[in-house]
């Protein structure tokens, strides 16, 4: 069944009303005609419809039914990401969603090869956020996690939940595993993840600064993409739903 996101203002009453992209991809790709069966996302919630009309440009859909479906993690998790090279931030972004992440945000580290003037990173934001909307599609998630507008370290701890630990797998730390971490189970999590040429000492201390802590994920140093996606996984299957046990 396919899966559209709408916002409040779709909807009126029991009718749903689909525009854009949505309707078009609907009447032209999918093919779907009056009568057939439409799942579709607002705020969370899962509305089970059926088509009754199709116009250019609109559907219309009446709402069948509104089951009681959650498949959000039951812990918040944010990925702080340095910005790496290429297009390996579109890979990590699919991948987190479909892992249940909160949050991207895309950060400008010291170490960031690349480095994005404010037009060229609005451009980059919305083709990571499209990423993200195909990826919470394809998962069937309720909520589409935001990509943020790449942004500096600093301003990104600055506007974490207060309540929010902060994870920073960082190959200088040796004493520190992510299991002693996962020991105390918050009600959030933010996973902070270096570049290609990892984190430097001074970011090091002002992560440290927010009450943030390193660890080390074993001896064996990750390329970015692997330890964004070891992180999340691993901090998934402690507090999340991954272990199947939520």
Not at 40 to 66: D, H, P, S
Not at 77 to 94: A, R
Not at 152 to 173: F, S, Y
Not at 202 to 221: A, C, F, N, W
């Amino acid at each position: 069944m396919a899966r559209v996101f709408v916002t409040q203002e779709q909807i009126h009453e029991d009718i749903i009303t689909v525009t854009g992209q949505d309707a078009k991809h609907i009447a032209a790709v999918l093919r779907y005609a009056v009568g057939d069966s439409l799942e579709v996302i607002c705020e969370g919630l899962i509305y089970e419809t059926e088509i009754i009309a199709i116009e250019k440009g609109m559907v219309q859909a009446k709402v069948i039914a509104i089951p009681d479906i959650q498949v959000e993690q039951p812990i918040d998790i944010y990925l702080l990401q340095g910005i790496p090279k290429g297009d390996k931030l579109e890979w990590i972004i699919q991948k987190s969603v479909e892992l249940g992440v909160r949050k991207i945000l895309p950060i400008a580290m010291e170490r960031s090869v690349s480095q994005l003037t404010a037009e060229k990173a609005k451009k980059k934001q919305e083709r990571w956020q499209a990423i993200a909307v195909e990826a919470g599609k394809q998962c069937r998630r309720n909520h589409i996690p935001e990509v943020a507008v790449p942004q500096g370290l600093e301003a990104a701890l600055r506007n974490l939940p207060e309540d929010c630990k902060i994870l920073t797998p960082w190959e200088e730390e040796e004493v520190k595993g992510i299991g002693a971490f996962l020991q105390r189970e918050p009600s959030s999590v933010a996973i902070i993840i270096g570049p290609e040429g990892g984190i430097s000492g001074k970011e090091i201390d002002l992560i440290r600064s927010y009450g943030g802590e390193t660890v080390t994920m074993g001896p064996r140093i990750m390329r970015t993409e692997t330890a964004a996606i070891a992180a999340i996984t691993m901090v998934a299957y402690a507090w999340g739903d991954l272990s199947g046990s939520r």
